[in-house]
């Protein structure tokens, strides 16, 4: 499987997500500031892939701020609290900036050395991660294709290669245990009506498409067996930030008695955060609401409340599994490890 994200002789290699489905761009970033636009445009977004990102790009500071087999490590790390700064939610992207990190003193090779470590080690991870949820998401639900439901974009382009939560409804189509998959358009940028739609349909599985307020709608009606989404950042207590709307559908998921699944790698988990309200929520530019395809669509003046993410109490969560299993958090949950 092709990696959304890699490094090529100096420069880092990206797909830009803010042109797909419509066109499909790789694009070459070979400074911290092209870097920084990219990942503040959502040109690269996800949870997993923004821990890469944000690797790389401190391997891009220290080539770049080079003096021999040594770098300047001030401007390098001033370039870290740039990158760590642009997207605060994702608690990957910070995680990311500080593995590379680690390396610094070493100089710019060993730097590199950990980016690519990172970036391995997110293949892996997240493979697992998929594999495990897929497996649990099996036993949890009747033994029949399931009718699933998804929020926001957590496949392959979201990680370095295979995707979390995506990743295990592709795991779950293999084994033939997918009827249909429902797929919130989500805000901001509409990332499940561009993303999730185009690799659903990659993939050759079943889907439709639907608004984000119809999805909580769907739930109550009887008419899915399963959500399984992602997470952006995970509190030591289990409680989960997701893009804008996860709540709602957990809410409904929870009167309707079917379970919710959050896929993310280990390193999502934040144990600095002790619960949800430690998690800072990024709010998106106002346009993105009061205008669309540039023309405004809401009157002059009009005040906007545009948060990137929510966050779902633990207590409506069934599991968050990784690569290591079900997050303890959940173990009370009563569904064991996967």
């Known amino acids: 499987m092709e990696r959304t994200l890699d490094w090529d002789h100096g420069v880092v290699v990206t797909v830009d997500q803010s042109l797909l489905p419509q066109r499909h761009r790789r694009l070459r970033l070979g400074s ?23 690797a790389l790009g401190v391997a891009l500071s220290a080539h770049t701020h080079r003096h021999g087999g040594r770098c300047d490590e001030a401007a390098v790390r ?5 990158l760590t700064a642009a997207r605060p939610t994702a608690v990957n992207l910070a995680w990311g900036v500080r593995r590379a ?20 080690e ?33 496949g392959r382009l979201a990680t370095v290669a295979h995707g979390t939560a995506l990743g ?27 993303l999730t739609s185009w690799e659903l349909a ?13 999805g909580p709608a769907a739930i109550v009606s ?12 995970v509190a030591a207590n289990g409680d989960t930030a997701n893009k804008i709307g996860t709540l709602s559908v957990a809410l409904a998921a929870r009167h309707a008695g079917i379970p919710l699944v959050v896929v993310a790698p280990r390193s999502t988990i934040d144990p600095a955060a002790a619960h949800g309200g430690d998690i800072p929520v990024e709010e998106r530019d106002p346009h993105e609401v ?49």
């Open 32 to 54: 911290v500031d092209e870097l920084i636009d990219a990942i503040t445009r959502l040109a690269i977004r996800g949870a997993p892939a923004l821990g890469a990102a944000g």
């Open 78 to 82: 001033r370039d870290a609290e740039r």
């Open 101 to 120: 990190l680690t390396r610094l003193a070493d100089g710019p090779d060993a730097v590199l050395d950990e980016a690519r470590l990172v970036l391995s």
């Open 122 to 154: 997110d293949e892996t991870a997240n493979l697992a991660a998929a594999q495990r949820a897929a497996a649990l998401i099996r036993r949890l639900c009747p033994d029949r294709p399931l009718r699933l439901l998804t929020h926001c974009h957590t």
């Open 168 to 194: 295990a409804i592709r795991e779950l189509a293999g084994a033939g245990r997918v009827l249909e998959v429902l797929a919130g358009e989500t805000r901001p940028l509409l990332q499940g009506a561009r």
């Open 202 to 214: 990659e993939a050759g599985i079943a889907y439709r498409l639907c608004v984000d307020s119809a």
């Open 222 to 233: 009887g008419a899915v067996d399963c959500v399984v989404v992602g997470a952006d950042r």
């Open 290 to 338: 009061t205008h669309f395809a540039g023309r405004p669509v809401a009157p002059p003046g009009a005040r906007v409340f545009n948060p990137a993410f929510d966050v779902t109490p633990a207590s409506l969560i069934t599991a968050v599994v990784t690569e290591d299993g079900v997050f303890p958090g959940h173990a009370e949950s009563g569904v064991g490890q996967p």
